[in-house]
């Protein structure tokens, strides 16, 4: 299960964390379907990229919730 840390005595939601990784992730999917030539069939790019995002940050939290 997901806690808050404490840093300074001051309490940090694991998405400060999660939320990084989620996003470096996704620009690295972005990068490869860019590099293959794959990003040109995707319609609406903004929102297959919000997507991705959503994708990794819930499987981010999966894998490391328990």
Not at 3 to 9: D, Y
Not at 48 to 57: H, I, S
């Amino acid at each position: 299960m997901l806690h808050e840390m404490s840093i300074g005595g001051m309490l940090f939601s694991p998405f400060v964390v999660l939320v990084p990784l989620a996003f470096i992730l996704a620009a690295i999917t972005r990068g490869v379907l860019h590099y293959t030539g794959l990003r040109r069939y995707i319609w609406k790019k903004a929102w297959f990229d919000v997507a991705v995002f959503v994708c990794c940050l819930a499987a981010i939290v999966y894998l490391f919730g328990n």
